[in-house]
C-alpha cells in the first residue's frame, strides 16, 4: 500500500505487520490467560549498530502490530536471529540497515520477517529523555 504526500515528497510503502505471537486461547469464561501477542513490549538496545539513534542500554517499546513504512525502525526474525534495524525500501523488496558503518545490509525475502515497529525509546532513569516515533 503507499501514500500521497501532499508535500509532493516521494510515496511511502506502509505496511501493516503481523503480530509477534498469537493472542491467547479463551478459556472456558470466555477470557485469555495470558497478554495478548498484540500488546507493545519493551527490550534493552544491545550493541553499537544503531549508533547515533540508539544507544546501548536505551530501552525501546515495540507494537506488534504497528505499521512499517519505509524508514521505520523495526524487530525483526532473521536467520534464526532476532535483530533491530532501520526497514528501507530496496527496488521491489526490502533491506534491513544498521544505522552506524560497518554493518551488513540484510535483505529480506518478504515483510513476513519484521515482527514489530519501534514506536518510543527511553533512557532508564530519565524520564527527559523519551522519543516517539510515530505522530
Keep these: 500500500m ?3 504526500n501532499q508535500a509532493g515528497e516521494p510515496s511511502r510503502r506502509i505496511v501493516p505487520i503481523t503480530p509477534l505471537v498469537s493472542p491467547a486461547p479463551e478459556n472456558a469464561h470466555g477470557s485469555s490467560d495470558a497478554c495478548s501477542g498484540a500488546e ?3 527490550l534493552m538496545v544491545l550493541g553499537d549498530a544503531m549508533l547515533p539513534e540508539f544507544e546501548e542500554g536505551e530501552v525501546i517499546v515495540i507494537e506488534p502490530e504497528g ?3 519505509d524508514g521505520s525502525f523495526v524487530l525483526a526474525h532473521v536467520n ?3 535483530i533491530f534495524r532501520q526497514l528501507r525500501a530496496a527496488g521491489d523488496g ?3 540497515h ?3 558503518p560497518g554493518h551488513p545490509v540484510i535483505p529480506i525475502e518478504s515483510l513476513a520477517a519484521v515482527r514489530g515497529v519501534i514506536i518510543q525509546k527511553s533512557r532508564p532513569g530519565r524520564r527527559r529523555a ?3 516515533y510515530v505522530p
Excluded: G
Design 130 to 132: 523519551t522519543k516517539r
Design 2 to 4: 503507499t501514500t500521497d
Design 98 to 100: 544498521a544505522l552506524a
Design 94 to 96: 526490502w533491506a534491513l
Design 80 to 82: 534464526d536471529e532476532w
Design 67 to 69: 505499521l512499517a513504512t
Design 40 to 42: 507493545s513490549f519493551a
